[in-house]
């Protein structure tokens, strides 16, 4: 888990990972508009085996309603169409026999509502996680005050220092929160 000192740059980069993760979720919660990223989870069961759909094919927003694939493989199409209509996006595809458009129909006040309840969710997920990290790091510190590796001053300053950075972390999680919350709610 840990090395034999806790090193705040660890620490950082494992925070950082979390509000990578949790930005990731927040691409795939439609927003009214028309984009890429909602299709990053989707997977194709291509000759037996599931496929990340952008590996397949290629992917546009031609308009901020409309978004188009067009396959590598023309025989793939069926299995496209078929793989976002099984998914979560809850769009309904459109094959013309060369690409498939997806329309992002505008969200209903009440679908807004629903989509700010679960980034907010996602947000708190992402939160108990940096605060996991903290919690690691901080048990670890106190290990090695207890073991004599490290004194109860530098053990109290390197805590003090993690919950420092678990603080700006945390903000910087209610930042994009708030960003992805105004641009849901945006109409």
């Known amino acids: 888990m840990w090395e034999e000192t806790v090193k705040l740059t660890d620490v950082e980069a494992r925070m950082q990972k979390g509000i990578e993760a949790t930005q990731q979720n927040f691409n795939s919660v439609r927003t009214g508009r028309a984009s890429s990223a909602l299709l990053d989870r989707v997977m194709v069961d291509y000759y037996g085996s599931p496929t990340p759909l952008k590996s397949l094919s290629n ?27 099984e998914s979560d996006v809850g769009l309904t595809p459109n094959n013309d026999g060369t690409s498939i458009r997806l329309n992002i129909p505008q969200l209903t006040s009440d679908r807004r509502k629903e989509l700010v309840k679960l980034v907010a969710k996602l947000a708190e997920e992402g939160k108990v996680g940096i605060r996991n990290v903290r919690r ?45 919350e105004k641009e849901i709610s945006t109409v």
Request: cysteine-free; overall charge negative; aromatic content about 2%.
């Open 136 to 180: 690691d790091a901080v048990d670890s510190v106190r290990k090695q005050e207890k073991a004599k590796e490290i004194s109860v001053d530098e053990s109290k300053n390197l805590q003090e220092q993690i919950d420092k950075t678990t603080e700006k972390y945390v903000k910087k999680m209610e930042q994009i929160l708030g960003e992805k």
């Open 59 to 85: 992917i546009t927003t031609p308009d901020s309603t409309t978004i188009m694939i067009q396959p590598f493989d023309r025989g793939s199409m069926n299995l496209i169409s078929r793989a976002i209509s």
